[in-house]
């Protein structure tokens, strides 16, 4: 697959001291500006996550290929910038999600994505906090955003499947769901879960 010049500033933006972590080396922990108790395994989650991003997002886009090696670099072009006000994620929006593969698992050991259709997700206040919920799908997941830097709010939540009801985090260790949301452009987000059922990084990407 023929990577092009912005793609190529992705990966570079990737690899930057800070963002990216040395393998084995701890990454930024969240977990002391989010006010509920956290598992050790989505601790770990946390801690892994600009190692397992970093690793995740290069595999996918060397080994995915026709339209979704296109949607994929859509989907991760834009690098984080700061949220300054919470109307900036307020709102209704459309949301497809990227499942990612770093090829570990593979018997070619080669990275992938599966890129889905849009499906509807919104943003809004519940009991005084910021909530995340994708709104239709036979995979749901829903939950409370936590700011934790200038550029990204940390998400703590559930995955709900068919027509079960939404569960919160905690409800099951196997439902539960850690994420960062990041504002990559004026109308436009990203919901990044490392480690869930299906994938190694999933990619919720939010347009308006």
Request: with cysteine; aromatic share 10%.
């Amino acid at each position: 697959m023929r990577i092009d010049l912005r793609i190529a500033a992705t990966l570079a933006w990737l690899a930057i001291p800070g963002l990216a972590s040395a393998a084995g080396a701890a990454g930024f922990d969240p977990t002391p500006r989010i006010p509920v108790k956290i598992e050790d395994a989505d601790h770990a989650r946390f801690l892994d996550f600009d190692a397992t991003r970093q690793r995740t997002i290069a595999a996918a886009l060397a080994g995915t290929t026709g339209d979704d090696g296109v949607a994929l670099q859509k989907i991760v072009l834009g690098e984080p910038v700061a949220i300054t006000s919470e109307s900036d994620l307020i709102g209704n929006w459309r949301c497809r999600s990227a499942q990612l593969s770093d090829g570990s698992q593979a018997s070619d050991h080669k990275g992938g994505a599966y890129i889905y259709t849009y499906f509807k997700c919104a943003i809004h206040k519940k009991d005084g906090k910021l909530f995340f919920e994708k709104l239709n799908g036979s995979q749901r997941v829903s939950g409370f955003l936590y700011r934790v830097r200038d550029d990204r709010y940390a998400f703590l939540g559930g995955t709900d499947l068919a027509e079960d009801p939404q569960v919160p985090y905690g409800y099951a260790t196997d439902r539960n769901v850690v994420a960062y949301l990041f504002k990559v452009g004026t109308k436009r987000l990203r919901l990044e879960m490392p480690k869930t059922c299906c994938s190694d990084l999933e990619i919720l990407e939010l347009v308006k």
